[in-house]
């Protein structure tokens, strides 16, 4: 334990019961007197702001380098105590700081106020240190996926999302796997541009989209007079893709005949144009997807082995919108937010039996076919409210007569009550929003019916 003499009568008795409390814990645990002398630290401390592990801190002002108390006047005084220098409170204010490191940044967050002595009229000050950079990490890549389209709440998508946020600063190969329309292509733009290569190019190739008798001349270019109609030298994707990023989509309908020379592209970085005999040096990143089980495909002998096992270094499952049907409130604001820039109103309504029929339906084109139901839906809007008749006729075809709403009366029976709020609940992927959308409630009646039903 690393103390100071104590002028604080009464703290000296309460220091080693904190010590044995706190001495193993990940947070940093500070106790100071008025002056901002240190009378204690735990040894987490130290190594949170950045100096040896046996240093022995004395003042706040200078903690590792953070003035701390200049920090808690500065934090105070955001926080509305107009007059903090010269009668400060002593409640507890919680600020941010950045310490910048050679190769990263790391951020601390702040907890501090004035604590009671036992057996002593004086007060100490009180403050908890932790390390908050992997959340800051995470709003960040939260910040930047949602402008660039990736808006979920859904527990499997925030965990991809946080999985793209460690393996982007690599070069390792990632295998995107999901139905189509899941937003693969927009997850492989997210890791490059979180990557060390965001800079440089991101190259799309749809391998299902050109004829299996032109994409080697599009993936590795050709040289003048290579076959008939070649008349110029032409560059392929690959090089086009040098020091960024090659994004190679539906990789599972590349021919079988040429995927071992992409494997072996992909080993050596090195590879020939069509009809040339001379080498091209290329340093790229390869993302690949597939709307089909690559594995599945290895198992029926039309994808090779050892081809899957290099592009599937990190593989990343997508779940398909079905799966995650919490997140469809969410998508519809997103595009609504959207096609509000692109001119359309921004003060549409939809209806409780509209967004029943959205949440029911199973959505086989996943968020692609949720996006083009939002525009049909608000298109053929009748008036300001997009209802069941303005969605698409497949939504409509799909959803059966809903059934009536719940009472809410007094002469309600709970037990009714309870399950219907419960189905509710478990449509809706635990939002409670989207709940008592589907119950035609509000959420403010939704959350007192549940209070009395002893429903949390």
Same mark, same amino acid.
């Given at each position: ?105 790391? @951020? !601390?967050?702040?907890? +501090?106020? =004035? ?10 000050? &009180?403050?908890?240190? %932790? ?115 090659? @994004? !190679?989509?539906?990789? +599972?309908? =590349? ?10 592209? &992909?080993?050596?970085? %090195? ?138 009366? %007094? ?46």
């Amino acid at each position: 334990m690393k103390r100071r003499d104590d002028p604080l009568e009464g703290l000296s008795h309460f220091l080693p019961m904190l010590d044995a409390v706190v001495s193993h814990i990940d947070e940093g645990v500070v106790v100071a007197d008025s002056s901002g002398h240190i009378l204690y630290h735990n040894p987490a401390v130290p190594a949170l702001v950045g100096v040896g592990g046996d240093t022995r801190l004395r003042e706040i002002r200078n903690l590792g380098g953070i003035n701390l108390q200049k920090a808690l006047l500065r934090a105070a005084i955001d926080a509305g105590e107009v007059d903090a220098a010269g009668r400060p409170s002593g409640n507890f204010v919680r600020f941010e700081h950045r310490i910048q490191e050679a190769d990263r940044a790391r @951020f !601390l967050e702040f907890d +501090s106020g =004035l604590v009671s002595v036992p057996g002593s009229e004086s007060k100490a000050r &009180l403050v908890v240190i %932790r390390d908050c950079t992997q959340r800051k990490h995470l709003e960040a890549v939260l910040h930047n996926s949602s402008s660039s389209g990736l808006a979920t709440k859904d527990p499997r998508m925030l965990e991809i999302v946080a999985r793209i946020q460690q393996i982007a600063p690599s070069n390792a190969f990632v295998l995107l796997q999901g139905e189509s329309g899941t937003g693969k292509t927009m997850l492989a733009r997210l890791i490059h541009k979180l990557s060390s290569r965001s800079s440089g190019p991101f190259i799309e190739v749809n391998c299902a989209a050109i004829p299996a008798s032109l994409i080697e001349s599009e993936l590795f270019g050709h040289i003048k007079g290579a076959f008939t109609g070649a008349v110029q030298d032409r560059p392929g994707r690959f090089q086009a893709a040098h020091r960024g990023t090659l @994004f !190679l989509d539906e990789i +599972s309908e =590349l021919p079988l005949s040429l995927q071992a020379k992409l494997l072996k592209v &992909l080993q050596d970085q %090195r590879f020939e144009m069509v009809g040339s005999d001379r080498s091209v040096q290329v340093d790229i990143r390869v993302l690949s997807a597939s709307n089909l089980n690559l594995r599945d495909a290895v198992d029926a002998g039309s994808f090779r082995a050892d081809l899957y096992y290099r592009l599937a270094v990190i593989p990343i499952n997508v779940p398909a919108l079905r799966e995650r049907p919490g997140d469809i409130p969410i998508l519809i604001k997103h595009f609504c937010d959207g096609l509000a820039v692109r001119g359309y109103p921004s003060d549409m309504e939809c209806t409780a039996d509209a967004m029943r029929m959205m949440m029911d339906y199973p959505w086989p084109g996943n968020v692609r076919e949720l996006a083009n139901a939002v525009e049909h839906g608000i298109v053929c809007a009748e008036g300001k409210q997009v209802s069941p008749l303005s969605l698409p006729q497949d939504v409509r075809n799909y959803s059966t007569p809903s059934t009536p709403r719940m009472n809410l009366g %007094r002469d309600a029976d709970e037990e009714e009550q309870r399950h219907a709020i419960i189905d509710a609940l478990n449509q809706a992927n635990g939002s409670r929003a989207v709940a008592a959308t589907l119950l035609g409630i509000d959420r403010t009646t939704l959350w007192r019916r549940m209070q009395k039903l002893g429903l949390n």
